[in-house]
């Protein structure tokens, strides 16, 4: 296995990695600006009210990225295995 085929197996896991993960900090990252914003508007300091919302959009973004998620993830694995025998040599 040649330091090139590492760095390209390693390249491809953490931009599937990223990719993975963008949409779920994206939509993590707008609830929490959104939210704060409904604080500064209303002037409640309340802690529950910061964390269960983001908590609640979280989890549901999740819940339907899920399969997009699973088939991304399935199609890496199977690529993966697809070249297993350029790995092992």
Known sequence: MTPDLVVGM??????????IAAP????GLAAGIVISLAQIVTSI???AFNAIPR???FVTSTLLLMPWMVR??????????????????
């Open 45 to 47: 300091q309340d802690a």
């Open 55 to 57: 908590l609640a959009v």
């Open 10 to 19: 390693l390249r491809h896991m953490l931009l599937t990695t990223l990719w």
């Open 24 to 27: 779920l900090l994206l939509i």
């Open 72 to 89: 991304k993830l399935m199609d890496y694995t199977t690529a993966l295995f697809a070249d297993l025998g350029r790995y092992t040599r």
